[in-house]
């Protein structure tokens, strides 16, 4: 399990780039936490189903596992982006913790839900 988390960790780096770069230009343009990380997060989940299912889990791409990746991360981007913006967290707040849960959390939904090995 170790070496399926690093690749899922190593995907993981790219997919934080991306996130947080795209939540910072949204944030500087103006839009509040929860839409900037819901956004940011859109366009890194992308990345991040795709790699994951070709080079973490060897699974077979679908959109019906498309959609239920997304929609399981999508809750906790925004739900982490609300609880911020109620808080009025720093955005850098913001980003760490939904990396940090994100990466716990999305490693196992997608080892045991979305990714796993039909018997």
Known sequence: MYKLFARYASVGVINT???WIV????????????MSNMFA???AVTFSFFANARFTFKGEV???R???YLAFMGAMAASVGQMSDALELPSIVTLGTFSAVSLVMGFFYSKY????ERK
């Open 17 to 19: 780039a991306i996130h």
């Open 23 to 34: 939540f910072l230009i949204l944030h500087w343009l103006g839009v509040n936490q929860a």
């Open 41 to 43: 997060f859109l366009v």
């Open 62 to 64: 679908t959109s019906g």
């Open 66 to 68: 498309y959609m239920i």
């Open 113 to 116: 839900i979305v990714f796993r």
